[in-house]
């Protein structure tokens, strides 16, 4: 199991510690080279030791690639955006956006594309698992750092 940290901003501890215990459940079941919640303003609220290296890749990057997808999506008349797929020449980064009422997204990324299939499949249910959890970190706490 690979170490998790701690969130940039003030969550209750019980909190974290349910989305914690996701990431790792969710990086042991795969292969996955990293893992973080992040606020749709770009702000890490748990990542993965691997996703703590570049932290802030983990959190503005994603926050932008969101914003800008989802005016696109909606500009095209595609309704909510869901996910974004980056696909480099090493790897994939998999981005899993929350509804309207869930202000974050699921950031992780792979490097084996034969088991993308599996991977969306994993990912999807453990942000699912994750959204209950996450809808409990107030509003205010997002604007805190």
């Not at 969130?7 to 019980?14: A, F, H, L, V």
């Not at 691997?50 to 802030?56: F, G, I, P, Q, S």
């Not at 994993?122 to 959890?133: L, Q």
């Amino acid at each position: 199991m690979e170490k998790i940290e701690t969130s940039e901003i003030n969550i209750d501890p019980e909190i974290l510690g349910e989305i914690m215990q996701n990431l790792e459940k969710l990086e042991s079941s795969t292969d996955l080279e990293g893992s973080a919640i992040v606020s749709k303003t770009g702000l890490r609220i748990a990542s993965s030791e691997t996703a703590d290296v570049v932290a802030d890749i983990y959190s503005a990057s994603p926050a932008t690639l969101i914003s800008l997808g989802e005016k696109i999506s909606s500009g095209l008349g595609q309704g909510d955006l869901k996910e974004i797929v980056i696909r480099g020449v090493k790897g994939y980064t998999i981005i899993l956006v929350g509804d309207s009422d869930n202000n974050f997204m699921l950031f992780t990324n792979c490097s084996k594309g034969y088991k993308l299939g599996y991977y969306f499949h994993k990912i999807r249910k453990s942000f699912k698992e994750m959204e209950p959890v996450l809808k409990k970190i107030e509003s205010k706490d997002l604007h805190t750092s």
